[in-house]
């Protein structure tokens, strides 16, 4: 079966097809990725803008037509923190569905954790033992926990990226040191509060990151291109981030960008990225995560792998 999966999120809608098969991995056959720009186009009300609109329903239209063309059996398009906590997600997704045909499922941060987690389990295995997950998007920050193929805790908090620079830093650099440590202040406290069950369980034998900011700010650490595949080990130490961390307080978006594995879509906010990304290292006592390059996306394939090995119909979504 081939399936294609739409995730919109924060910055952009990216369709990952692949075809599955019971007993396989997902074996990848196209990726189309278009920016929509969504967390910047909203207002302090929650409310996403016209542009930002419209820009989101040429990216479901191009990835819809791309998903025909590819002979896709079934499309499954979501949406993550950004659409999903907009005050006018509903008339958003009604629009996009009128335009474009395609119904909008959305994601709660809790079944985006324990997706995430399953693909991670997937591509680790049983080897990794007792598993924690760290992931952190535009809009939230996922953490699960657990020792089987479905997590004991899956947390989401608002500590997405995005979220975090727009609301706690200023609009250019320089990033005064202060301000930083509110932040940082800020990101420990609402950790410390969410993560107490965490501190209950055994220590994880395998803790993971993903995501792109992850994979950005491992890059920046020194781990290897993405062109080295994805069989290749990577990891990002909590010392090498620490020092980033003034560095790049100092640096205009521009020339964060010319940084390894930076991309310029990402810039402004990869401060707050390594800031979070420092602070849960620092709260869970982690001097290092592995890097997983399977994320979100992957968890769908999974679940919908296990859907088919089971003879269930898919359900993983609410439309609107």
Known sequence: ???????????????????????????????????????????????????????????????????????????????????RDAANRDDVAAEVRAATGVALGFLTGEQESRLTFLAARHWYGWSAGPMLLADIGGGSMELAYGAGRRPEIALSLALGAGRLTRHHLPPRPPVRKRTRKALRGHVRSVLAEATTELGERPAPVRAVATSKTFTQLARLCGAPKAKAGPYRERHIDRRDLHG???????????????????????????LAGAIVAEAVMDVLGLDRLAVCPWALREGIFSHRLDELAEGRAPGLFARV
């Open 1 to 83: 079966m081939r399936v294609g999966v739409l995730d919109i999120g924060s910055n952009s809608a990216h369709l990952r097809v692949a075809d599955l098969a019971p007993g396989n991995p997902p074996l990848p056959v196209r990726s189309v990725k278009s920016a929509v720009r969504l967390a910047e186009a909203t207002d302090r009300h929650g409310v996403i803008g016209r542009p930002a609109v419209g820009r989101l329903i040429a990216a479901v239209r191009e990835a819809a037509a791309a998903a025909a063309a590819l002979d896709v059996d079934e499309l499954v398009p979501f949406a993550t923190s950004a659409l």
């Open 244 to 270: 980033w961390i003034p560095r790049l307080a100092e640096l205009p978006d521009a020339e964060r960008a010319r940084l390894r594995g930076v991309k310029a879509s990402r810039a402004h906010q990869i």
